[in-house]
């Protein structure tokens, strides 16, 4: 196993990270920011408010993404044991 191996082996474990990430995370950040002119708005600054619908909108998202998600993770973990022969050499 070469060294360029190992730096692709990382650089595609990444970037599926923020493939999967990316969206839970956007959605969180969509929410939030509806929740902060919401607030603004009424005036209400209650801490609760943000961390409630944060959280059901990442529970929502992972319900609905989640065989994506999972299919995306096990297909490059089945890349990885097809390879396996190559990388050990």
Do not use: H
Not at 40 to 51: C, D, N, P, V
Not at 56 to 62: D, N, R
């Amino acid at each position: 196993m070469t060294s360029g191996d190992v730096s692709q082996i990382v650089s595609e474990a990444l970037w599926l990270i923020i493939k999967v990430g990316a969206p839970v995370l956007l959605i969180s950040l969509v929410v939030g920011l509806v929740v902060s002119v919401f607030q603004t708005a009424t005036s209400i600054q209650e801490q609760t408010l943000t961390f409630v619908p944060k959280v059901l909108s990442i529970f929502l998202a992972i319900i609905v993404l989640g065989n994506w998600m999972a299919t995306e993770i096990t297909d490059y973990i089945n890349g990885l044991w097809g390879n396996l022969s190559v990388y050990i050499r």
